[in-house]
Nanobody, 115 residues
Framework: QVQLVESGGGLVQAGGSLRLSCTAS????????MGWYRQAPGKQRELVAG???????NYEDSVKGRFTISRDNAKNTVYLQMNSLKPEDTAVYYC?????????WGKGSLVTVSS
């Protein structure tokens, strides 16, 4: 069974940084498009950042210039470097993997940004 395991969440003060990691197992990681989504309390899940199998990235407007997504295919891992964090970034962050009709989700990692 495919597994996506997130790590790196936690509590940080506004203006601080965190790096999320998502390690995949039992899948051909390099062919999947990977993404980070987040869901704040009372809100819908939204795409924060994505990276294709070829390394092309895209970002939600509110995180452009602050967040960076990257992948290491040798380690089956995708990262989300989050800088200049704001209280409105508080959410559960989910890792997503997608290839054609296949889609998998991690269980999420809580990021809390205090003001």
């Amino acid at each position: 069974q495919v597994q996506l395991v997130e790590s790196g969440g936690g509590l940080v003060q506004a203006g601080g940084s965190l790096r999320l990691s998502c390690t995949a197992s039992r899948m051909s990681f390099s062919i999947y498009a990977m993404g980070w989504y987040r869901q704040a309390p009372g809100k819908q899940r939204e795409l924060v950042a994505g990276i294709t199998s070829g390394g092309v990235t895209n970002y939600e407007d509110s995180v452009k210039g602050r967040f960076t997504i990257s992948r290491d295919n040798a380690k089956n891992t995708v990262y989300l470097q989050m800088n200049s964090l704001k209280p409105e970034d508080t959410a559960v962050y989910y890792c997503n993997a997608r290839y054609m009709w296949l889609e998998y989700w991690g269980k999420g990692s809580l990021v809390t940004v205090s003001s």
